[in-house]
């Protein structure tokens, strides 16, 4: 082989061995740009923080019954010129406070209630709370629960068991949380999100698990109007009136029946 093409040759070769190397440094450039700051991450659940703070302080005079006693006849004569709107926006504002951990949920699904009826209302009520519990749900599983999940996963003890416990009995653990009425809306919210239960279950569980409050809360503010009239305030107590508490604790029950069925089980077998 002439001496001249010989040259040729290892030039080239040097030249593309430098490409490859640009190339390699450059991709591991990008992968290092790429990685998520965890900072960037929980800017989410930081922001809706810092609003549900901003909302205890500042907008507990907001949401109330007193303010819808006063407005409720401009409401009820946009609801009738504008009624699709009127949906959109009352789920829009549903959201936000659900998903801001905002004082005033009692009173939106009441006001749900009032302007909707039993139904569509509950109907109306049920979709914005359940899209605000995925707003706030996310915002914690995208900023801690992957984290912390996998930290549960890869520990041992206690904390390995409940994270286990929760896991094999998913389904009837979030039912639990949505039917129990001593259990606040929010932390339904982040212990999910927390040990690492899947979106889809999340939001199928919210939606139906919530209903029966939910019916509760909407036919009270349905009857809203004779309140009105009377001059009277709601009485949001009549969750615990038997009639209303035994179908629901009938449902927790219900709920419950697997993980007990599967603890007398395990009982058995050992």
């Known amino acids: 082989m002439p001496r001249e093409q010989a040259d040729i040759i290892a030039r080239q070769g040097q030249s593309k061995g ?18 998520p700051n965890p900072l960037l991450k929980r800017l989410p659940l930081i922001a809706v923080a810092a609003v549900a703070l901003f909302g205890v302080f500042f907008l507990r005079d907001v949401l109330t019954f007193e303010t819808l006693r006063t407005n409720r006849e401009a409401l009820q004569a946009f609801r009738d010129s504008h009624y699709v709107l009127t949906v959109a926006a009352f ?40 899209a605000g519990a995925i707003v706030i749900f ?3 599983r995208w900023g801690l629960g992957e ?44 212990v999910p999100a927390m040990v690492g239960v899947p979106l889809n279950r999340f939001a199928i569980s919210t939606f139906f698990g919530i209903m029966p409050g939910a019916l509760v809360y909407t036919s009270v503010g349905a009857g809203l109007g004779e309140v009105f009239a009377r001059g009277e305030t709601p009485d949001l107590s009549i969750i615990f009136a038997p009639e209303i508490l035994l179908p629901i604790l009938g449902l927790v029950a219900l709920a419950a029946l697997p993980l007990v069925i599967k603890a007398l089980r395990s009982k058995k077998v050992s």
């Open 18 to 35: 430098r490409t490859t190397t640009n190339e390699s440094n450059l991709d591991m450039s990008d992968l290092a740009n790429s990685a």
């Open 138 to 140: 996310s915002a914690a």
């Open 91 to 130: 789920i829009g504002v549903y959201i936000a406070v659900a998903g801001l951990s905002l004082p005033g949920s009692t009173m939106v699904t009441l006001t749900g209630g009032f302007l909707f009826s039993t139904f569509p209302g509950v109907l109306f009520n049920v979709i914005g709370a359940t």
């Open 147 to 190: 984290r912390l999940a996998a930290k549960m996963e890869g520990s041992e003890g206690a904390i390995k068991t409940i994270k286990d416990g929760i896991d094999e009995n998913q389904w009837s653990m979030l039912f639990l949380m949505r039917l129990v009425p001593a259990v606040p809306f929010f932390v339904g919210n982040l």
